[in-house]
């Protein structure tokens, strides 16, 4: 079966710097695009980064700069370096896959797999 799982939230001030990990399992060909979504209270769930198969990442405007996402293709993981983190990064953070490629993808619904989340507190 097809998994995600993400690890590497908690609690940092703001400021500092917190690492997810997203592990893909049981998907029967390579992983068109691969992202990470989040959502916080009250708010819609938001893309914050998506990296295709080709290697072309996206970020969106509020974490450029901030946020870098890497992918182990050996292990077919794919973290987000998260540093200098605000308050408003505070959210549940998703992982989410779907076998074509980011570009064909124009929203959230459009990805067929996603992970049970993992918070990240963002605290002053």
């Known amino acids: 079966d097809v998994q995600l799982v993400e690890s590497g939230g908690g609690l940092v001030q703001t400021g500092g710097s917190l690492r997810l990990s997203c592990e893909a399992s049981?998907?029967?060909?390579?992983?068109?695009?691969m992202g990470w979504f989040r959502e916080a209270p009250g708010k819609e769930r938001e893309e914050v980064a998506t990296?295709?198969?080709?290697?072309?990442?996206t970020y969106t405007d509020s974490v450029k700069g901030r946020f870098t996402l890497s992918k182990d293709n050996a292990e077919n993981t794919l973290d987000l370096q998260m540093d200098s983190l605000k308050l408003e990064d505070t959210a549940m953070y998703y992982c989410?896959?779907?076998?074509?490629?980011?570009?064909?993808?124009?929203?959230?619904?459009?990805?067929?797999?996603w992970g049970q989340g993992t918070q990240v507190t963002v605290s002053s």
């Open positions: 990296r295709a198969l080709d290697g072309t990442t």
């Open positions: 989410a896959a779907d076998y074509d490629d980011c570009r064909r993808l124009s929203s959230e619904t459009d990805f067929g797999s």
């Open positions: 049981g998907f029967r060909k390579p992983i068109g695009c």
